[in-house]
């Protein structure tokens, strides 16, 4: 059974930068050909997809974001990462990782990060 | 981007009801490339059906998906109590991926 979990803090200063990995287990990142996606969700609102690293190391990223956003894999501890530079109160929201080949099949628990100094 | 419209925004029905969610696109979704996801309080999304009419492992047959190019319905034949929940469909034919704002489906 395929899990995953992120990780980082959760409390980040405002135009600092936000990182986050997410550990997968159950299963090889880099086996099977999925994406490995980055995904938001602001205080009761709705979702919003950062962007995805495929199996193989290329991403795609929101164009929203693009301009502030890196993801990357560590294949050798089976994770990927995000981070996300010069963040706002509007980057407070819950961040998810989830596989990602026709949808999102499975999710981490989420980690709620606030940006506030 | 490719804007997913959902409707209603609320349904209240109850148990042993029928729900019927609707998710509309700006423009057509590639291959049919549509997800539809339930969210609880306090938990991830968890996807329910994909390629807008294939059911997602270990996902009760009481929920369907229909629909073609820009139309896409979400179906629960018999509402359980646990299935009362946030609803978001979800396209992936088209970068960026799209979510729908949701359909918050209430005990009536």
């Known amino acids: 059974q395929v899990q995953l979990q992120e990780s980082g803090p959760g409390l980040v200063k405002p135009s600092q930068t936000l990182s986050l990995t997410c550990t997968v287990s159950?299963?090889?990142?880099?086996?099977?050909?999925?994406?490995w996606s980055w995904i938001r969700q602001h205080p009761g609102k709705g979702l919003e997809w950062i962007g995805y690293i495929y199996s193989g190391g290329s991403t795609s990223y929101n164009p929203s974001l693009k301009s502030r956003l890196t993801i990357s894999l560590a294949t050798s501890k089976n994770q990927f990462s995000l981070k996300l530079n010069s963040v706002t109160a509007a980057d407070t929201a819950v961040y998810y990782c989830?596989?990602?080949?026709?949808?999102?099949?499975?999710w981490g628990q989420g980690t709620l990060v606030t940006v506030s100094s | 981007e490719i804007v997913l419209t959902q409707s209603p925004g609320t349904l209240s029905l109850s148990p042993g009801e029928r729900a019927t969610l609707s998710c509309r696109a700006s423009q057509s979704v590639a291959s049919n490339y549509l997800a539809w996801y339930q969210q609880k309080p306090g938990q991830a999304p968890r996807l329910l059906i994909y390629?807008?009419?294939s059911r997602a492992t270990g996902i009760p047959d009481r929920f369907s998906g229909s629909g073609s190019g820009t139309d896409f319905t979400l179906t629960i034949s018999r509402l359980e109590p646990e299935d009362f929940a946030v609803f978001y469909c979800?396209?992936?034919?088209?970068?960026?991926?799209?979510f729908g704002q949701g359909t918050k489906v209430e005990i009536k």
């Open positions: 390629g807008a009419s």
């Open positions: 979800q396209q992936y034919g088209l970068s960026p991926w799209t």
């Open positions: 989830a596989r990602d080949l026709w949808g999102f099949d499975y």
């Open positions: 159950g299963g090889s990142i880099t086996s099977g050909g999925y994406y």
